[in-house]
């Protein structure tokens, strides 16, 4: 019984301890994370050249305009013969098929005025052998997976869009959770090659992912590990994933290969229905806590349909006019430019300050759904309160005289 009782005890230290170790930030930091994009037909150019434009449009206090971050795959299949009265004819393309010229162009044209940020997304979005083995088995249908003749991944089920899933049904788990490194590896060479430049942020596919795979990405040349605050090395038989390595992850903190965690907090999916003030609400959460608000989305957002990405880039224009409005000292970075901040002692966006840190540590207690009734049961909710109030009173009196 002690050991039950022990064990919601350890989970709020814990968490104190992620809540004191993450760094505060003094700025509200503002990140949109595409993931998805890769190989594709030229319609997916015209998109990113657009989004390009939207981008242009808006400039934060200090003249930078905001960034897209682009999880890209490297391959994808691609139809070779689509008749519908045989089984499709399926191939892999790279970035580099004929058809996906113009998708490049945009990509690199976008990453050399700053206005996307590329990152490993992974060879391809799943584990080659399980994607054609799904994919025959879809048989004839397997072709309305497709739009023009390339694969839509995102119609494949989670678990086959998990590239880095050790239980495979023809591999033996450990045999391929061995591979895991060399792959890793080999998909970050192949995106400095492809992209003539360095892999520096790595996104896992639907957050599946374990040190094999970290290994692998930090041999070639990944510094930055994007997350969603925990890590998931497989899915159940629920197709759920099941956590696994470190537990809690903060932003700033450090795998023992040396890369830096930092953590998407909200979504941003106007093909399910989510507006601006979605992530507005996220921004203004994270900024009281100090924390940077890391929005992910899709490219499905953007291809799935016309009106579908007409109203994608409605929102995100809307999203960046009501930040830009609603707060003052908004930042555009990169994600490597904020895992740079979250852990180099002297970066300007870091609070250095100890009453506004305090009260950052504070707020972050109470969004802790965990410490938060911690607190309240252990009756430190009230002297907690009363703590923060005074905070404030004293911070906002002297930010009017410092105005």
Same mark, same amino acid.
């Given at each position: 019984?002690?050991?039950?009782?022990? +064990?919601?005890?350890?989970? $709020?230290?814990?968490?104190?301890?992620?809540?004191?170790?993450? *760094?505060?930030?003094?700025?509200?930091?503002?990140?949109?994370?595409?993931?998805?994009?890769? *190989?594709?037909?030229?319609?997916?150019?015209?998109?990113? #050249? #657009?989004?390009?434009?939207l981008?242009?449009?808006?400039?934060?206090?200090?003249?930078?305009?905001? $960034?897209? %971050?682009?999880?890209?795959?490297?391959?994808?299949?691609?139809?070779?013969?689509?008749?519908?009265?045989?089984? !499709?004819?399926?191939?892999?393309?790279?970035?580099?098929?004929?058809?996906?010229?113009p998708?490049?162009?945009? =990509?690199?044209?976008?990453?050399?005025?700053?206005?996307?940020?590329?990152?490993?997304?992974?060879?391809?979005?799943?584990?080659?052998?399980? =994607? /054609?083995?799904?994919? @025959?088995?879809?048989?004839?249908?397997?072709? @309305?997976?497709?739009?023009?003749?390339?694969?839509?991944?995102?119609?494949?089920?989670?678990?086959?869009?998990?590239?880095?899933l050790?239980?495979?049904q023809?591999?033996?788990?450990?045999?391929?959770r061995q591979?895991?490194?060399?792959?890793?590896?080999? /998909?970050?060479?192949?995106?400095?090659?492809?992209?003539?430049?360095? !892999?520096?942020v790595?996104?896992?596919?639907t957050f599946i992912?374990? #040190?094999?795979?970290?290994?692998?990405?930090?041999?070639?040349?990944?510094r930055?590990?994007?997350?969603?605050? +925990?890590?998931?090395?497989?899915?159940?038989?629920? #197709? +759920?994933?099941?956590?696994?390595? *470190?537990?809690?992850?903060?932003?700033?903190?450090?795998?023992?290969?040396?890369?830096?965690?930092?953590?998407?907090?909200?979504?941003?999916?106007?093909?399910?229905?989510?507006?601006?003030? @979605?992530?507005?609400?996220?921004?203004?959460?994270?900024?009281?806590a100090?924390?940077?608000?890391?929005?992910?989305?899709?490219?499905?957002?953007?291809?799935?349909?016309?009106?579908?990405?007409?109203? %994608?880039?409605?929102?995100?224009?809307?999203?960046?006019h009501?930040?830009?409005n609603?707060?003052?000292? =908004?930042?555009?970075?990169?994600t490597?430019?904020?895992?740079?901040?979250l852990?180099?002692?002297?970066?300007?966006?870091? /609070?250095?300050?100890?009453?506004?840190?305090?009260?950052?540590?504070?707020?972050?207690?109470?969004?802790? +759904?965990?410490?938060?009734?911690?607190?309240?049961?252990?009756?430190?909710?009230? *002297?907690?309160?009363?703590?923060?109030?005074?905070?404030?009173?004293?911070?906002?009196?002297?930010?009017?005289?410092?105005?």
């Amino acid at each position: 019984m002690g050991e039950g009782r022990d +064990r919601p005890f350890s989970e $709020v230290v814990r968490r104190l301890r992620a809540v004191l170790a993450e *760094p505060v930030l003094s700025s509200t930091v503002l990140i949109v994370e595409s993931d998805d994009w890769g *190989p594709g037909p030229p319609g997916h150019a015209r998109v990113l #050249d #657009d989004l390009v434009t939207l981008l242009k449009a808006h400039r934060d206090h200090r003249g930078r305009r905001p $960034v897209m %971050t682009l999880g890209l795959v490297l391959r994808t299949p691609v139809l070779s013969r689509a008749d519908p009265e045989c089984f !499709p004819r399926i191939s892999w393309a790279g970035l580099n098929h004929e058809r996906c010229a113009p998708l490049l162009q945009v =990509v690199r044209r976008g990453a050399g005025e700053g206005i996307f940020s590329v990152q490993l997304h992974g060879q391809a979005h799943g584990w080659e052998p399980d =994607v /054609e083995h799904y994919l @025959k088995g879809c048989g004839r249908a397997a072709a @309305k997976l497709f739009r023009d003749g390339f694969l839509c991944s995102e119609l494949l089920p989670s678990r086959i869009q998990s590239r880095w899933l050790p239980n495979g049904q023809r591999d033996d788990r450990a045999a391929r959770r061995q591979s895991f490194a060399g792959a890793a590896y080999r /998909e970050a060479l192949s995106f400095s090659r492809e992209l003539e430049r360095l !892999p520096i942020v790595a996104v896992p596919p639907t957050f599946i992912w374990n #040190d094999a795979v970290e290994e692998g990405w930090a041999r070639g040349g990944v510094r930055v590990v994007v997350t969603p605050g +925990r890590r998931y090395g497989g899915r159940d038989a629920a #197709d +759920r994933p099941v956590p696994e390595g *470190p537990g809690l992850i903060h932003n700033g903190l450090r795998n023992r290969f040396g890369q830096i965690y930092v953590v998407r907090n909200t979504y941003f999916e106007p093909s399910l229905g989510h507006k601006a003030e @979605k992530v507005l609400e996220a921004l203004q959460r994270d900024r009281l806590a100090g924390r940077p608000t890391l929005v992910e989305t899709h490219r499905w957002n953007f291809v799935r349909d016309d009106e579908t990405c007409r109203r %994608t880039f409605r929102e995100l224009d809307r999203l960046y006019h009501l930040a830009l409005n609603r707060y003052g000292d =908004v930042v555009f970075l990169t994600t490597a430019e904020l895992a740079h901040a979250l852990t180099s002692p002297h970066s300007s966006f870091r /609070e250095r300050r100890l009453l506004p840190r305090l009260r950052a540590i504070l707020r972050r207690i109470w969004q802790d +759904r965990i410490l938060r009734a911690w607190a309240c049961l252990t009756g430190l909710v009230v *002297p907690g309160f009363l703590l923060l109030k005074a905070l404030e009173r004293i911070l906002d009196r002297y930010e009017k005289r410092a105005a």
